[in-house]
């Protein structure tokens, strides 16, 4: 455009495969997450004397770690879902640009004026 600004619309479009790859990355990642699974002998902790530590409850780290790992999924689920969103997103901004380019190209007001 000549009023100062240009929209690189390729970079935008590049920018989308980016996202796209982001989502393909994170795939086997949620994957894993999902498959994560440790049980309460995971998280006990003997004392050496032959007895338990109280403040090594088991159940209490088992809780905390089944949260942790549904809270993992979740984002996990989140990005895999919403990054080729992002992508989508891009190529119709790209696009929409693009055509509004042409429009201005088809009535470029300054013409008119002159005339």
Do not use: C
Request: proline share 4%.
């Amino acid at each position: 455009m000549t009023d100062g600004y240009t929209v690189v619309t390729g970079a935008v479009r590049q920018e989308a495969t980016k996202w796209d790859g982001f989502a393909e990355e994170v795939a086997p990642v949620h994957v894993a997450a999902q498959n994560a699974s440790l049980g309460p002998f995971a998280f006990f902790v003997a004392d050496p004397t032959g007895g338990l530590l109280p403040q090594f409850d088991a159940g209490v780290h088992l809780t905390s770690y089944k949260g942790y790992v549904s809270y993992m999924e979740q984002l996990l689920a989140g990005a895999e879902a919403e990054f080729p969103q992002i992508a989508d997103a891009l190529i119709k901004i790209a696009t929409a640009y693009e055509q509004a380019e042409k429009v201005f190209e088809l009535t470029n007001l300054e013409e008119i004026w002159k005339e």
